[in-house]
C-alpha cells in the first residue's frame, strides 16, 4: 500500500536525521533517496487509482450506450409509425380545407381515414436512461466527443422542438374534437352529421389549420437521421464480435 510505504519511509527519513552516527552529507543523501521513493510511490499510487476510476467509468459509459441503442431502435420505430400518421393527416385536411364551398365530401374519403380524423398522434421518447445518465454527471466521460454532442443535441434540442410543434398540433386537434362533440348528431342510428360539420366555416377552418404538418414531419425525419447516426457511432465504438 501506497500509504504504508510513505509512513515507512518518512520513519527511515526521521530516524536517519535524528542520528548521531551517521554523517551530516550522508544524512542529506539517504534523505533525498527516500523523498525520491515516496514521491515514486505515490505518483504509482495515483496512477493505479485514475487508472482504476476511468475503467470504471468506460464501464459505465459503454453500459449506457449500449442500453441507449435500445432506447434509440425503440423511437426510430414508434417514429417512423408517428410519420406515417401525420402524413396520413395531412391527406385529410388538405383534401378537407381545399373542398370548394359546394363541393360535397366523399363519405368515402371519411370512412377511409375516419381514424386519423378523430385521434392525435405524439412521441412518447425513451429519455429516462439518458436523463439519469444526464443527472449524474456522467455525460463528459464519453470520450468520443462527436458522439457526446450528438446525444447531446438529439435529447436537448431535437427532440424537445418535435415535442414542442406536435403538442401544438394536438391542441389544434383538440379544438376540432372539441367542436364535433358539442356539434355531432345522429339523425339515424348508421348516419351523423359530420360531412355537414366539416363543410361549416368552422370546421373548415380547423382543417385549413391541420392540414400541413409538414415541420412536424421533417423534424421526425432529422430525429430519425440522427438516431441513426448515434447507432452508428455506437456500434463503431463497440463492434459485435
Same mark, same amino acid.
Given at each position: 500500500?501506497?500509504? @504504508?510505504? *510513505?509512513?515507512?519511509?518518512? /520513519? /527511515?527519513?526521521?530516524?536517519?536525521?535524528?542520528?548521531?552516527?551517521? !554523517?551530516?552529507?550522508?544524512?542529506?543523501?539517504?534523505?533525498?533517496?527516500?523523498?525520491?521513493?515516496? *514521491? &515514486?510511490?505515490?505518483?504509482?499510487?495515483?496512477?493505479?487509482?485514475?487508472?482504476?476510476?476511468?475503467?470504471?467509468?468506460?464501464?459505465? *459509459? /459503454?453500459?449506457?450506450?449500449?442500453?441507449?441503442?435500445?432506447?434509440?431502435?425503440?423511437?426510430?420505430?414508434?417514429?417512423?409509425?408517428?410519420?406515417?400518421?401525420?402524413?396520413?393527416?395531412?391527406?385529410? &385536411?388538405?383534401?378537407?380545407?381545399?373542398?370548394?364551398? /359546394?363541393? !360535397?365530401?366523399?363519405?368515402?374519403?371519411?370512412?377511409?381515414?375516419?381514424?386519423?380524423?378523430?385521434?392525435?398522434?405524439?412521441?412518447?421518447?425513451?429519455?429516462?436512461?439518458?436523463?439519469?445518465?444526464?443527472?449524474?454527471?456522467?455525460?463528459?466521460?464519453?470520450?468520443?466527443?462527436?458522439?457526446?454532442?450528438?446525444?447531446?443535441?438529439?435529447?436537448?434540442?431535437?427532440?424537445?422542438?418535435? +415535442?414542442?410543434?406536435?403538442?401544438?398540433?394536438?391542441?389544434?386537434?383538440?379544438?376540432? &374534437?372539441?367542436?364535433?362533440?358539442?356539434?355531432?348528431?345522429?339523425?339515424?342510428?348508421?348516419?351523423?352529421?359530420?360531412?355537414?360539420?366539416?363543410?361549416?366555416?368552422?370546421?373548415?377552418?380547423?382543417?385549413?389549420? +391541420?392540414?400541413?404538418? @409538414?415541420?412536424?414531419?421533417?423534424?421526425? @425525419?432529422?430525429?430519425?437521421?440522427?438516431?441513426?447516426?448515434?447507432?452508428?457511432?455506437?456500434?463503431?465504438?463497440?463492434?459485435?464480435?
Amino acid at each position: 500500500m501506497a500509504e @504504508d510505504e *510513505v509512513i515507512k519511509h518518512t /520513519k /527511515k527519513i526521521y530516524k536517519t536525521w535524528m542520528s548521531r552516527d551517521i !554523517p551530516f552529507w550522508h544524512k542529506i543523501s539517504e534523505f533525498l533517496i527516500e523523498i525520491l521513493i515516496i *514521491v &515514486f510511490a505515490v505518483t504509482i499510487s495515483i496512477w493505479f487509482h485514475n487508472l482504476s476510476e476511468h475503467r470504471h467509468e468506460q464501464a459505465d *459509459v /459503454k453500459y449506457f450506450l449500449e442500453g441507449l441503442k435500445s432506447d434509440l431502435t425503440s423511437d426510430i420505430k414508434e417514429m417512423k409509425s408517428d410519420k406515417e400518421s401525420y402524413l396520413l393527416q395531412k391527406t385529410l &385536411f388538405s383534401y378537407l380545407s381545399q373542398l370548394r364551398i /359546394k363541393e !360535397p365530401v366523399s363519405l368515402d374519403t371519411l370512412r377511409k381515414y375516419r381514424n386519423w380524423l378523430q385521434n392525435t398522434t405524439g412521441l412518447n421518447p425513451n429519455d429516462g436512461r439518458f436523463e439519469g445518465f444526464k443527472s449524474s454527471g456522467k455525460i463528459g466521460n464519453i470520450e468520443n466527443k462527436e458522439l457526446q454532442n450528438d446525444i447531446m443535441d438529439l435529447y436537448e434540442e431535437d427532440i424537445p422542438a418535435l +415535442l414542442t410543434s406536435s403538442r401544438f398540433y394536438t391542441g389544434t386537434k383538440l379544438k376540432l &374534437f372539441d367542436f364535433f362533440y358539442k356539434n355531432l348528431k345522429r339523425p339515424t342510428d348508421s348516419t351523423s352529421n359530420l360531412a355537414i360539420l366539416l363543410k361549416t366555416d368552422e370546421g373548415h377552418n380547423l382543417c385549413d389549420a +391541420l392540414h400541413s404538418p @409538414d415541420q412536424i414531419i421533417g423534424q421526425y @425525419d432529422d430525429c430519425i437521421a440522427l438516431m441513426t447516426k448515434i447507432i452508428g457511432e455506437i456500434d463503431n465504438q463497440y463492434p459485435s464480435r
